[in-house]
């Protein structure tokens, strides 16, 4: 394997217990960084499983950001997603298999997962979505990858979410479902953090998907 030095992002990669070309690419929230979600590949236990944690691009507050705050995101969005595009396209030359890979986010990361991951040229095997929110979902509709509904996708959110409110992010992923995306939408009685039992759900569907 090539050294990931190359990638245009920083980053924390972690390879598998057993040789292979499966990877999970994991997208963090706004002040956080790659540091934050090192628990996730002990804890999914998937020997196969490559996982690479990216920090983005934006310094905030000691940690990263993906894109500015409202109203402002989209020129951080467009530029994140660019950048996810080189990162995603270099790790897919040779590196590892697209169709044996998945995108993680939480909050901005999950707005990444669905901004950047459906217009992806690639369809990858699954897409997890936490805590996150849609900066245009009509748009997104119309300019999507068509074949992302072959995929499956993973959306949750918790129903005491202070940050980005779960009415909003509900709203927006029942406009994305009337329009074909093959969406399973999970609400938990959480504020916006990742809780014990959405953990043991989500490692549940990957190892399904699997």
Known sequence: ???????????????????????????????????????????????????LLLDAPYEYFGGYSWYD????QLDGIVY???LLTDTLDALFEDDFNAEESFLFGFSQGALLTFEFGAR???VLAGYIA?????????????????????????????TYDDVLPYDI?????????????????????KAHNIDQEELNMIRSWIKEKL
């Open 1 to 51: 394997m090539k050294d990931l030095e190359y990638l245009p992002l920083k980053h924390i990669f972690i390879p598998s217990k057993v040789p292979s070309k499966k990877l999970m690419i994991i997208l963090h929230g706004r002040g956080d960084s790659s540091q934050g979600f090192t628990f996730l590949p002990n804890y999914l236990d998937i020997d196969e499983m490559n996982y």
């Open 69 to 72: 705050l409202p109203p402002n």
């Open 80 to 82: 994140s997603s660019r």
């Open 120 to 122: 992806y040229e690639k």
């Open 130 to 158: 936490i805590s996150g929110y849609i900066y245009d979902a009509n748009t997104l509709l119309k300019e999507m990858n068509p074949k992302v509904n072959s995929s499956n996708w993973l959306c949750t959110h918790g």
């Open 169 to 189: 992010s509900r709203s927006q992923i029942d406009i994305l479902q009337h329009g074909g995306f093959n969406i399973t939408f999970k609400s938990y009685d």
